[in-house]
């Protein structure tokens, strides 16, 4: 069964630091792949995706994530945090011969900022 | 109204209730989705529904019922839970479930349920 691993359930950064979100995935086959960011009292928002094509995908607010194929990772990163940017962070992959448009999320990293 | 709605946003149920949770989406998509959040657990998948028909029920107890009377509205009836089904359930929405890698899915702020 396909898998999706957060590394780390907290990250707390310094505003103006870099960061790193870590996620890896269990699949045979390179799955469609997905961040979405949860801010509190909210639902999930889609930050950037990646399908096919430029393995370095440009999301909203700043993040990117590399797909690594030979790593099975796609971490998230953005250069640069900003207060705004605490939230809890998701990783999911949708396998990529799924007819049922199912989600496999990780278990979430809450991300704080600190001024 | 724009993207994904639910109502209500909170719900306090006893174990002999019957509720229903309401999702309602506005962006033309024709698949909708129910997800379970457990504290410090992944999200899980309860439905899929894709024009209206049931394709996915990833093996939730049948005190769970959804209904999907057309593309726009998803409900999720509740009778006789349990405590542990304390949660917040998020719906979603998609342009399709095809394998195209498209099906980018859209969610709503959730309901959060607590069972007494």
């Known amino acids: 069964a396909q898998s999706v691993t957060q590394l780390g359930s907290h990250v707390s950064v310094s505003e103006g630091a870099l960061v790193l979100l870590r996620c890896n995935y269990s699949?045979?086959?390179?799955?469609?792949l997905f961040w979405y960011v949860q801010y509190p009292n909210q639902g999930l928002q889609l930050l950037l995706k990646?399908?096919?094509?430029?393995?370095l995908v440009k999301g909203i607010n700043g993040f990117e994530a590399e797909f690594k194929k030979s790593e099975t990772s796609f971490h998230l990163t953005k250069p640069s945090a900003h207060m705004s940017d605490a939230a809890e962070y998701f990783c999911?992959?949708?396998?990529?011969?799924?007819?049922?448009?199912?989600?496999?999320f990780g278990q979430g990293t809450e991300l704080s900022v600190k001024p | 109204e724009t993207g994904v709605t639910q109502t209500p946003r909170h719900l306090v149920m006893g174990m002999t209730n019957k509720k229903s949770l309401k999702c309602e989406q506005h962006?033309?998509?024709?698949?909708m989705y129910w997800y379970k959040q457990s504290a410090k657990k992944p999200l899980e998948l309860m439905f899929v529904?894709?024009?209206?028909?049931?394709?996915e029920n990833n093996s939730v107890p049948s005190r769970f019922s959804p209904e999907c009377p057309n593309s726009s509205h998803l409900f999720l009836h509740l009778h006789t839970l349990q405590p542990e089904d304390s949660a917040l359930y998020l719906c979603a929405s998609s342009q399709e479930i095809g394998p195209s890698g498209t099906d980018t899915q859209y969610f709503g702020p959730g309901t959060r349920l607590t069972v007494l």
């Open positions: 529904y894709s024009l209206e028909e049931r394709v």
């Open positions: 990646y399908t096919t094509g430029a393995t």
């Open positions: 699949s045979s086959v390179p799955p469609y």
């Open positions: 962006l033309g998509h024709n698949a």
């Open positions: 999911a992959v949708r396998p990529f011969y799924n007819q049922g448009g199912k989600l496999i």
